[in-house]
């Protein structure tokens, strides 16, 4: 099949708040801005420039009728493609699964291809629903994955295709090594983005990229699974090139999407220096920054004068065992010194927190919100720890039984609680970001903001925010409920817990039996407790019965263990520990 016979549409799909295909857009800070896709766009021009003339972009966010949702023009786009590429985020894998089942049951000919930060993670469940997965950067292995498929649409050879997991006629998975990542050279010499017309013409913000990789190892985060511990930056020219043609495409303020953007320092300021001396007309801009670009007041110039406008900064914690925990290589007074002087070069500052570490209890989270008053931050997001697949954390958090809506990949966006932290509940932590999101985003913040001459720009994020926070809580109510009724039966549990150790200290105590009536005894009584403790979870949310019933678990293996204890006093031949009972 000829390349330009080829018909390939790419889709990313918006997060809806039940994880549906065709469900309610969940909201949440970002939504106040409109933005483009930013892997699907350039792999659109990637493939156009590689041949394959039939390459179309889809972005639903901006259909007329329907925002968010797939109209009917859409569906026919997909259903007569020869190669479906759908990008997923962790939040946004369940209606990307649920949209390539329903084309390959409309089409079985057509061949679903997956790529992004969760098929990477998890590409094994990924072909669940898909053909192909491509994994990490998609930009040189995507158009090699594409010619395979031209060559044998049926029967694509991607048995030496590097960093593509595939399943085979027979139905076997395979999964090939990794392709190297990118270099600098070869990110410089990428296509600029092609955006769709709905993008265009619907878009508030624009977005520019020009690096990728972090070599900081933040727990939580999945940046170094996706595109490895080191920076790679596109050159200057390039960076500069690319920044006029995103102005000429559509005249709007630029968020650099760098994960930092002042990773090299030096070459941000030639980079901005070349801005403000080459006149090129910038629109108001904006940046993740760490707070170490604090120390260089050069650059905090440069980024004043040349429109920097808000700093997006990952501030975390304001409790230096939790930054510690997250390998966060920062203090609280670190923090506090970069807010001021971004403040003090009249940078606004976005103060984001990750809340719920196991140093963390419910006042951290009441501290935390002093903070962000008390430093004046312009706006802030109280984000709930969220393990999502690939960083170390979450295979931690899995094998020690902390999460508790295990693979409900639509809870995953930092504002559902999903984990158990060591010092407070689920509930309490999800109920903890939400009063600190409605405190923040409160009327009566909103005016202090105003009546200190904050400006009006702060008065009117805390208005748009408080509603929005108001929405988001409606739209989780339900979640919120069913995770209050889980803190209720863990408290139930706890204290069964507790009987049950009493249980085994008389047990110990009664010289009137045997140890063969002691063994009898202690395998009818935890049989019993863990039916009883079975059938006391059923009535919780489906969502959390997986780690319910790993809870009981450990807590009937820590019974077993005391019972081996205190029996195992009781005679000369502790041999009860290869009886069934005490084996689970």
Not at 436 to 444: I, M
Not at 446 to 459: C, E, P, S, T, Y
Not at 489 to 509: C, F, N, P, V
Request: with cysteine; proline share 5%.
């Amino acid at each position: 099949m000829a390349k330009k016979k080829l018909a390939i549409t790419l889709i990313e799909l918006p997060s809806t708040v039940d994880g549906a295909l065709d469900g309610k857009l969940a909201r949440d800070i970002y939504s106040l801005l409109n933005y483009p896709a930013r892997g699907v766009p350039l792999l659109s021009a990637i493939l156009k420039r590689a041949g394959f003339a039939d390459a179309v972009a889809i972005n639903p966010q901006y259909n007329k009728r329907s925002p968010g949702h797939l109209d009917a023009g859409d569906w026919r786009r997909l259903l007569s493609s020869d190669v479906v590429g759908i990008s997923a985020i962790t939040r946004t894998a369940p209606q990307s699964f649920e949209l390539a089942r329903k084309l390959k049951a409309a089409n079985p000919r057509l061949k679903v291809v997956l790529g992004g930060p969760h098929p990477t993670a998890l590409p094994l469940e990924s072909l669940g629903c898909a053909d192909i997965v491509v994994m990490h950067e998609g930009d040189h292995t995507f158009p090699e994955v594409l010619e395979r498929i031209a060559d044998n649409l049926e029967r694509p050879d991607l048995n030496d295709v590097l960093g593509v997991a595939y399943k085979t006629d027979g139905g076997e998975v395979r999964v090939n090594p990794d392709r190297q990542f990118l270099t600098s050279e070869q990110l410089s010499a990428l296509p600029f983005p092609e955006y769709t017309t709905g993008e265009i013409r619907g878009i508030t913000h624009n977005v520019v990229n020009t690096s990728r990789g972090c070599p900081f190892e933040c727990e939580y985060c999945s940046v170094i699974d996706n595109f490895g511990r080191q920076f790679r930056f596109i050159d200057d020219d390039a960076a500069l090139e690319l920044i006029k043609y995103t102005i000429a495409v559509k005249r709007r303020p630029i968020f650099f999407g760098d994960d930092i953007f002042n990773a090299n320092r030096g070459r941000v300021k030639r980079i901005l220096t070349r801005l403000l001396s080459e006149g090129i007309d910038m629109p108001t801009w904006f940046a993740q920054c760490r707070v170490e670009s604090a120390c260089d007041p050069e650059m905090l110039q440069l980024m004043a004068r040349s429109g920097c406008s808000y700093v997006f900064i990952g501030l975390e914690s304001i409790n230096d065992e939790t930054l510690r925990l997250y390998h966060k290589h920062a203090t609280l007074e670190k923090n506090r010194v970069a807010i001021e002087a971004f403040h003090n070069v009249g940078i606004r500052v976005h103060g984001m927190f990750v809340l719920g570490s196991d140093a963390d209890t419910k006042q951290t989270i009441v501290d935390t919100f002093k903070f962000a008053k008390n430093m004046n931050l312009d706006s802030a997001q109280f984000f709930a720890l969220t393990p999502v697949p690939g960083p170390p954390m979450a295979a931690r958090y899995e094998a020690e039984a902390k999460v508790i809506a295990p693979r409900e990949w639509h809870l995953f966006d930092a504002q559902h609680a999903v984990v158990r932290p060591k010092k407070m509940t689920a509930y309490e932590l999800q109920m903890g970001t939400i009063k600190a999101s409605l405190d923040f985003y409160s009327y009566r913040e909103a005016f202090r903001h105003l009546l200190n001459g904050k400006g009006l720009f702060n008065f009117l994020i805390r208005v748009k925010g408080r509603q929005l926070a108001k929405r988001i809580l409606s739209d989780n109510a339900e979640y919120v409920k069913a995770l209050k009724q889980l803190d209720e039966w863990q408290m139930d549990l706890r204290r069964e817990y507790e009987s049950w150790s009493e249980w085994a200290s008389r047990i110990k105590e009664d010289g009137s039996l045997g140890l063969d009536e002691k063994l009898e005894q202690a395998q009818r009584y935890l049989n019993d407790k863990r039916r009883q403790v079975r059938d006391s979870y059923s009535s919780l949310e489906a969502t959390f019965r997986p780690y319910c019933q790993a809870v009981v678990e450990r807590m009937i293996d820590a019974l077993k263990q005391q019972v081996e204890s205190s029996l195992g006093e009781s005679g000369p031949n502790p041999g009860f520990r290869s009886l069934p009972i005490l084996q689970g």
